[in-house]
């Protein structure tokens, strides 16, 4: 039985009577953007940011009173009227970041500010920047970028670009009226070393789902784990999935530039084995040869992808 979207990029079949899958939403796939030669929007820190916490900010607009989970959109909201202050927003996340509290940064990511921040920048690979930057004023050190699609970036860069060691994750926001399958994924997160603005080296990509729109009896593939190559899988990757009742399995695969090594030869659907279960070398997830390409890390927002 075929249990993935022939469209998304990194489903796979499994050999057992569960099922297994990586599916790609459709704002992760529609992450192209035109190339600008300087895409970041540099942030200067204000002297008078408001020292305001994440508690006091929530009490004054209400966003305890929300009747909606924080992924999902008000009725009738308009970002494009919520009053944005770039150098405090950067600022908070940014100390919240270094202090390691992910928490925090997880919800300044959803509140409407942050939202309508990012979407400005929709459409773009521009991204706003907060931190060390060298004497052209690009970014170098280390510092805090925000993208479109709720993306946000931090850890190290060099002439403009990641490079070295830094985390990115795109938090998701979805319709009231999604539909479950439509509305599987709560974050989508890389955490490793880069290159020339892309995954590079050794590295972890993560995903978390929004339990209550997950299957039963349906494996989702959660971590990736092992080296990358300009953004996709290059070497042995250590995979782990994720079950609705908190059961996982343990998977194992090698890839060459984004293409998955094949244990075997293709069956009657015309799908390779590509990743096989580390205790049980009999059950493997499938793919078809035309969707096994660029495998890697998906819907990250980069000038260097263009």
Do not use: C
């Not at 009173?65 to 959109?73: F, G, L, P, S, V």
């Not at 942050?114 to 690009?138: H, I």
């Not at 390409?293 to 992808?305: D, E, F, T, W, Y």
């Amino acid at each position: 039985m075929e249990y993935a979207n022939s469209t998304q990029k990194q489903d796979v079949q499994n050999t057992d009577n569960s099922e297994s899958k990586k599916t790609q939403p459709d704002s992760v796939k529609n992450s192209e953007q035109e190339t600008e030669e300087e895409p970041a929007v540099v942030v200067e820190q204000d002297g008078n940011v408001q020292k305001e916490s994440i508690q006091e900010e929530r009490a004054v607009s209400g966003e305890n009173r929300r009747t909606t989970a924080k992924w999902q959109k008000e009725d009738s909201e308009d970002l494009s009227a919520v009053e944005i202050d770039m150098s405090r927003q950067m600022s908070e996340m940014k100390g919240y970041w270094e202090a390691g509290n992910m928490e925090a940064v997880e919800d300044l990511a959803y509140l409407p500010r942050y939202r309508a921040a990012s979407q400005k920048l929709s459409g773009t690979v521009k991204y706003y920047y907060f931190g060390d930057t060298d004497e052209n004023n690009r970014p170098n050190g280390k510092g805090l970028a925000m993208y479109a699609d709720n993306q946000y970036y931090y850890g190290e860069w060099k002439n403009g670009v990641r490079s070295g060691s830094g985390m990115w994750i795109n938090y998701f926001v979805y319709d009231q009226n999604a539909k479950a399958e439509d509305s599987l994924y709560l974050q989508h997160s890389y955490s490793g070393n880069w290159s020339n603005d892309l995954p590079y080296g050794d590295g972890a990509e993560h995903y978390d789902f929004i339990e209550e729109n997950m299957e039963v009896n349906v494996g989702y593939n959660r971590n990736f784990i092992g080296k990358f190559k300009n953004g996709l899988y290059d070497g042995e990757i250590y995979i782990t999935n994720y079950y609705k009742d908190g059961n996982s399995k343990e998977w194992s695969g090698t890839a060459k530039n984004g293409v998955w090594q094949p244990f075997g030869k293709k069956d009657k659907k015309g799908q390779y084995p590509v990743i096989v279960e580390l205790t049980n070398e009999d059950n493997y997830q499938w793919m078809a040869e035309k969707e096994n390409v660029n495998q890697g890390v998906n819907g990250l927002i980069s000038a260097a992808k263009q």
